[in-house]
């Protein structure tokens, strides 16, 4: 038997998992550190974004990124011939501070915008009615338009009702569930996840690598054919099934991701996975993702190849800085200069605001932080 004593509920929740199953898979933990609704790190509203302290999240920045994220909607919606109801569905919606900043910038679709926010955490979901005024999803998804909108509501996951529109997502893919492949000088070898339970000792989570079955064996050696003994990949099958599912789910438009993302999972396979696997707790760098699960956030970079497996290749990848400027940063960001200049004698709200413009806009195109974010789009005409 397990002692469940002092441990946490998740460490004792998957201490009995492995005594049924033996050791599971590193996605199992993750899942469960992340989003078990009573203890997980999303799930119980514990973590939210704005949580990296100098590597916040592009909408809780400041407004801009909305802002620019509104002008490209309104570019697409006017390319896509202005559909009514035009849908924006917005993947780890988190507390909704993206719709709020769209919302706010007024973009030209809002009569025939169904903003959809989706966000797993029921109790994230719960904060955005805060702000927002939450209309029953079948509004939103199923009545035909008539230039009523913005009409905006909130699922726990994605809608399975065909529509016409987008689908964005900041930051939600590095935080999906992945498992571990390991090259070993016998083959490929995943890693399980198992409990060490010495005399005396508290319980603690451990590692085994164990012979990877035939499908993460085949996907390990197309991923990374050429990684040498003792490289480490992720793999990351619900990111890719995401992307997959919300193609399969738009009749016209597009689906765009935003990540700390890089092309290929062979550059990961090069590298130690600390510096790809990431936590952070608490404003700052976490330790070992195994450790007090559910206190800290676990990150992974997003391997765009995987992806592109599952989802096709997207009609274009660029980093966020060179994205945002496509969409306008550049004048907005010019804008909020010339109300500087002319008010911050003043020091009003306008002028505030604009100085706030200016700052926003620098860590959002930082080529160390935000502006290196890749931003994948793929299409459906
Ligand atoms: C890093 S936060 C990003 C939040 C927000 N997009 C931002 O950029 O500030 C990731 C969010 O995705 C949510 N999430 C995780 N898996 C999800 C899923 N399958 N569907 C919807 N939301 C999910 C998490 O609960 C969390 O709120």
Known sequence: MSSTGDQSPLLAGIAHLVERHGPVPFSAVVDAALYDEAHGFYGSGRGHAGRRGDFITSPEVGPLFGTVVARALDRWWAELGRPDPFVVVEGGAGVGTLAIAVLAARPACRGALRYVLVERSPVLRQRQSEHLALAEPATALGVPGGHDGPVVASLGELPVTPFTGVVIANELLDNLAFDLLVRTADGWGEVRI?????????????????????????????????????????????ASEWVADALGVLERGRVVVVDYAVRTTAELAARPPEEWLRTYREHGRGGDPLTDLGTADITVEVALDQLEHAAGAPAAVVPQATWLREHGLDGLVEAGRRTWEERAGIGDLAAIRARSRIREAE???????????????????
């Open 194 to 238: 198992g409990v060490d339970e010495a005399d005396g000792e508290q319980p603690r989570l451990v590692r085994h690598v164990v012979p990877a079955g035939e499908t993460a064996s085949a996907a390990a050696e197309r991923f990374a054919p050429d990684a040498g003994e003792g490289a480490v990949i992720p793999w990351q099958r619900a």
């Open 363 to 381: 860590a959002l195109v930082d080529p160390a932080g935000l502006g290196a974010f890749l931003v994948a789009e793929w299409r459906v005409s």
